[in-house]
């Protein structure tokens, strides 16, 4: 299955650190050398900042526990999340979340649109059509694997 190919997750793990480095690093450079004067922009550049440490610290702490914690533990803890059960019940959740996900998206929608507010209405609505797809376009995929 796609979810378990082990050198496919070592390669997200690095590409994931390479992302929090690169937004820590965009962040605090273009807040030290620009200095933006807008409170929209300052914002957006503490959560590049945030998100990219948040990712940093996470990497971290699973490179110190891969460390400390016992091989036999870890290979355990790999076969439990690759145990077809644990994999329905994961898929399980992210459907629920998505459904949750389109729900909120369509009351944004109409309680911002009865508040006047067309563009951020319109947003939610694209958003929601985004999540469509990308739900069908990723069930045709796994329906083909399997």
Known sequence: MFCK????NKWIGWAMVALGIVSF?????????VQPEGQAFNTLLG????????????AIF????????P?????????????????AIVRT??????????IVFVVLAFVLM???????????????????????IARKVLEGKM
């Not at 959560?47 to 996470?58: D, E, L, R």
């Not at 699973?62 to 914690?69: D, P, W």
């Not at 091989?71 to 994999?87: F, S, Y």
Request: net charge positive; glycine share 10%; charged share 15%.
């Open 5 to 8: 190919n082990v050198n496919r």
């Open 47 to 58: 959560m590049f900042t945030g998100f990219g440490f948040g990712i940093i610290c996470v």
């Open 25 to 33: 690093a965009y962040g605090l450079l273009t807040f030290l050398i």
């Open 114 to 136: 009865s508040l006047g507010y067309r563009v951020p209405s319109f947003l939610c609505i694209g958003g929601l059509y985004v999540t469509f797809i990308a739900t069908f």
């Open 71 to 87: 091989q036999k533990k870890l290979e355990q803890e790999e076969i439990e999340r690759n145990d077809e059960r644990n994999i």
């Open 93 to 102: 959740a992210c459907t629920v979340g998505m459904i949750a996900a389109s």
């Open 62 to 69: 699973y490179t110190i526990r891969s460390k400390v914690v």
